[in-house]
């Protein structure tokens, strides 16, 4: 009977078309098998035989078919009764059973190979033969280093991986990654990358969409992001490196997604920064002291000092010194008047404007008013206010109108306060912190120690 036959359907058969009895999709099917096959009947005579295992061992299937067992020619003559018990004992035994041995090639070489061979059943649902698939160990020691690789590093890793699909996004994720992403493995898949960061993605995607049109970079890329959690955003830099991962079935690559591997440096970045900004600050206290020295205005030396301290940490910056020169611990009211002020238009040197010695009106409670009266740094900022309210918060302050961001440091000079120092910031830069406020008590130092010279020498 025809297979259409068989399976139910009435196709009819042209006159000239002969019967398939299904012999030519068997033979097609274990011909494009990847492991090589075998197989015997219930006396131990080869009945099939694949290409894969021609182009292991050299025999072709009408050199293999037919034969008895392996002797003589698959396997050594002394090894051959082991090597046939262990294989026809399948018929017997229930699952598959796995074993190691050696075959012959036809050129007289030995392969070492492992072979998973079970019980074929007949009709009657009594063993008929056994089949045998086997392959080079080697080759499947590679599969299953391959294998455990993949569950080490979605179990095991200490760094975040995530297979992202070829529309960016995750796939699978590993258990540090998910926590890197403040989520769960099962909840992240699937979603935009954009759910889950704030900042970076643009960059993150572009990075995705390069790997999977030109292919892997070649050295990781370190990247900012922003990770959304329920506490909020987190700022982290991830070292991330980027694989493409393509089909091995196909006879053309075929992109299935990018595998992406990142540490989170943030910790490392950070102390980095740190110490080139604390090198870059030092460096320029130490030439602002050279440039001051060979000032024979001390006035003009405070100057010098504050330019070189404008330098990537503010914007502006403003020196009012007290009215009448000095001021004890405890003596009031405090009047302060412009001694110093840097350029508010266009860049250039810091202008004395201190001559007319008209004081300032600045109102109660206004930063460098309470950095004199208590003689320390005071810091203050408009930057959540609207853009319109930051401009009259800074005019208020009589302030550059640009101004949302304040450090007023005092100036202290042989136990009495001199004056005030403020340094301004823009809206587009961060607001000042405490290793700011260090940095800017170092060069009221300084400019205090100016001062307090041009004093005496003004009083000589």
Known sequence: MSASRRSGTTDELGPDEPERDGSDLLAALLDGMD???????????LTHWNREAERILGWTAAEAVGRRGFAGWAVRTADAEEVEARLMSAMEAPGRQVHEFALLTKDGGRVLVRTQSAAVRGPDGKPAGVYCAFSEVH????LERSIALSEALFEDASWGVVLVDADLRPAVVNAHAAQALGTGRTSVLGRPLGELLSQGVEELESALTHVLSEGAPPAPAEMWVSVRTAEGEKR????????RLASPLAE??????????FQDVTEAKQTEQEAALLRFRANQLHRAARAAAECEDPGEAAAVHLDFALAGFADHALVDRVAGGRLADGEGPVRLVRTVATPAGSPGPSLITGKAGLPLRYGEGHPALQCVERAGSVRADAAAAAAEQAREWALARQWPRDSVHALCAVL??????????????????NRFERADAMYAEDVAVRIAMALDLEELAGKA
């Open 35 to 45: 492991a090589a096959l075998c197989a015997f009947d219930a006396d131990g005579v």
């Open 139 to 142: 080759t499947q020691i590679d």
């Open 236 to 243: 982290r830099c991830w070292l991330s490196g980027f694989l």
């Open 252 to 261: 053309e690559p075929v992109p299935l997604g990018v595998g992406w591997l």
């Open 412 to 429: 202290r000079s042989r136990g009495r306060t001199l004056g005030v120092v403020t340094f301004l910031r823009s809206a587009g830069r």
